[in-house]
């Protein structure tokens, strides 16, 4: 098999890349899958490492166990000027790419990778010598998947997408990290009456800055915890990062596939989530550019059809 990069995500030629650099630096006679599972798992913002995370297992033991059999490999001093992949590693890769095409995925991503590992014998030996077991990790691929299908080469950002770009003002408030808020019941009767309306029940707060808009909000996540709320609302609060939303989305339609998948995930709820949009004037344009939509026109028509319900803004 040859490798071809468009076949593959960006995050995932990028682990490659790495690789093959780390096999250099260690003096290695040749790159083999146990480098391209040491970069993945050091990579403290990638997946591989909120799936062995997601999975219960301790990264740092995990990474560890893939050392150890990484200092059993050949070492050549000077090192040789380039080094080539050997069968296991093209096999890898090879099945990562068939997966994809069973998944019907346009792009062969890092979870992809992550499960073909596996037919690599030594990559195996160091996983389930942890116990991280070929089966724990499709479970939780397929959890943090959830169903989506890779349609693009940053397919990877739109992997739980409320975990990444939300924050959960109930969780906030269970571990006792939100102040009392006082003064504001009136405005936080309000603010559940609206959500509790079967249609028109998303909340728009106004106000001049420092006057606690954003405390009512604090305020509705307490009471959530102690069950001072209908039954009928829902139980999680999530209030959205616009700031992790737009960071780093250079490309164009990059910002818009951030949201689109963050909106997916409300829209699946099936109105279990209230989402929190904070300074939604700040938002109106954020990630306008050429032939992309912006934050209002990707909002507007899925409030339109009620497909977003209990939306404070």
Do not use: W
Not at 18 to 31: R, T
Not at 281 to 294: W, Y
Not at 299 to 309: A, D, E, F, H, S
């Amino acid at each position: 098999m040859s490798y071809s990069p468009e076949e593959f995500t960006d995050q995932s030629n990028k682990a490659i890349a790495h690789a093959l650099e780390y096999a250099q630096e260690q003096k290695h006679i040749e790159l083999v899958p146990l480098h391209l599972a040491h970069v993945l798992i050091e990579d403290e913002q990638g997946l591989a490492r909120q799936l062995i995370k997601k999975a219960e297992f301790n990264v740092q033991e995990v990474l560890e166990a893939v050392e150890l059999k990484l200092k059993k490999l050949s070492k050549q001093d000077p090192p040789p000027s380039k080094i080539y992949p050997n069968s296991s590693f093209m096999n890898v890769l090879k099945q990562a790419k068939k997966l994809s095409k069973q998944q019907k995925d346009s792009h062969t991503a890092i979870d992809h990778i992550l499960a073909a590992l596996y037919e690599d014998s030594d990559t195996t030996s160091a996983f389930v010598a942890v116990g991280l077991s070929k089966k724990r990790m499709e479970e939780v691929i397929k959890q943090i998947r959830q169903n989506k299908n890779v349609n693009s080469a940053k397919a990877e950002q739109t992997y739980q997408a409320l975990e990444k770009y939300g924050h959960d003002l109930v969780a906030d408030a269970e571990s006792g990290k939100l102040d009392p808020v006082i003064g504001r019941d009136q405005e936080i009767r309000r603010c559940i009456q609206v959500l509790s309306r079967r249609t028109k029940n998303n909340p728009v707060l106004i106000g001049e800055p420092g006057v606690g808009k954003t405390a009512i909000v604090e305020g509705l996540a307490q009471r959530i915890v102690h069950q001072d709320v209908p039954d009928t609302l829902p139980r999680r609060l999530i209030a959205l990062d616009m700031g992790a939303l737009v960071a780093g989305a250079s490309h164009r339609g990059e910002f818009e596939e951030r949201l689109k998948s963050v909106l997916k995930e409300i829209e699946s709820s099936n109105g279990g989530i209230i989402l929190f949009i904070d300074e939604i004037h700040l938002v109106l344009g954020a990630g306008k550019a050429d032939g992309a939509m912006d934050a209002a026109n990707l909002l507007k028509p899925m409030l339109g059809m009620n497909l977003i319900v209990n939306l404070i803004i």
